[in-house]
């Protein structure tokens, strides 16, 4: 079982950058796919970005490709989630998940979820 923690959120104007990250605990990240999802107040949470165990296939949803790059570390047992020109829709909670099951894209194929955190940004 792997436990995982995210940090790297905060505040930022509209067009900055942040950059998450996702430390694991327990057994290595490198037997997950990890993946990025978030929840905005009052909305479901969703995919965000996702990287196969080498780090040779990356996913990611259609409002983020070209803004948002994700990799991983595995030596470090840390997964990234870099965020650039971000938007004010952007803000919301993020969580990083070990993919247990077949879809990428599916939030109930993951479990270890971390406990989150904000990003918030500001027009």
């Known amino acids: 079982q792997a436990q995982l923690v995210e940090s790297g959120g905060g505040l930022v104007q509209a067009g900055g950058s942040l950059r998450l990250s996702c430390a694991g605990s327990g057994r290595t990240l490198s037997t997950y796919t990890i993946g990025w999802f978030r929840q905005a107040p009052g909305k479901e949470r969703e995919f965000v970005a996702a990287i196969s165990t080498s780090g040779g296939s990356t996913y990611y949803t259609d409002s983020v490709k070209g803004r948002f790059t994700i990799s991983r570390d595995n030596a470090r047992n840390t997964v990234s989630l870099q965020m650039n020109s971000l938007k004010p829709e952007d803000t919301a909670v993020y969580y990083c998940?070990?993919?247990?099951?077949?879809?990428?894209?599916?939030?109930?194929?993951?479990?270890?979820w971390g406990q989150g955190t904000q990003v918030t940004v500001s027009s």
């Open positions: 998940a070990a993919k247990i099951s077949l879809s990428v894209y599916t939030k109930s194929s993951y479990a270890y």
